[in-house]
Each structure stands twice: as C-alpha cells, then as structure tokens.
C-alpha cells in the first residue's frame, strides 16, 4: 500500500554532512495526495529504542529532538513524494540506522538507511 525507500546513507567523518531522502509510492496514493501526510525521520540504535529525530507536517510545520536542532533540518518536496533531512556537523552519536515514517491515519516505515559517523 505505502513503500518508502530511504537513501543517502553512508560513513562520514565527524563534523562532515549527510543528506537522506525518502521516496514514498504505493497505492495509497491515488486516494490521498503525500502533500497531506505527516514525514518523519527516525533513528535507532542496536538495542535501544527508536527515537525521533525530525518530521514535518502537511502544512510544513516542523519539530526536532533537542539532540539535534540546530544541525539537522527536515524538508519535503510534494511534487516527488520525498522527504529530506540535511545533516551537518554530524557527531559520532549520530551514528545509527534512520528510519522514514509516513503519517495518515496509521503509519508506515521504510526499511532504513545506516548513518555511520567516525571519530
């Protein structure tokens, strides 16, 4: 019903920069319009729980974990279903597996994309 495919991923030194993207397809969308729909981005480490990073609203408002404002910032492009997230002055923290989650009605995740972060 909803795929999300996120990419972007990939080993960088600390203090360097990232961009992630999410593309979202699926049936779902010749009912509903992605514009509508809340994007997210999630990261998790092994063992520990999935935390929030980012999202952003249909209407663009947008929230981020304390941990992280300030470096990182969500945006999406309606037109081509994605969702970003531009990371910069990565830390070795940052390190983990993100996750992109799609909001409307119930919710949805991609598959993931790791993040690594050298010292």
């Known amino acids: 019903q909803v795929q999300l495919v996120e990419s972007g991923g990939g080993l960088v030194q600390a203090g360097g920069s990232l961009r992630l993207s999410c593309a979202a397809s699926g049936s779902i969308f010749s009912i509903i319009s992605f514009r509508i729909c809340t994007m997210g981005w999630y990261r998790q480490a092994p063992g520990k729980q999935r935390e929030l990073v980012a999202t952003i609203s249909s209407g663009g408002n947008t929230n981020y974990a304390d941990s992280v404002k300030g470096r990182f910032t969500i945006s999406r492009d309606n037109t081509k279903n994605t969702v970003y997230l531009q990371m910069n002055s990565l830390k070795p923290e940052d390190t983990d597996v993100y996750y992109c989650?799609?909001?409307?009605?119930?919710?949805?995740w991609g598959k993931g994309t790791l993040v690594t972060v050298s010292s």
């Open positions: 989650k799609l909001e409307y009605g119930s919710y949805y």
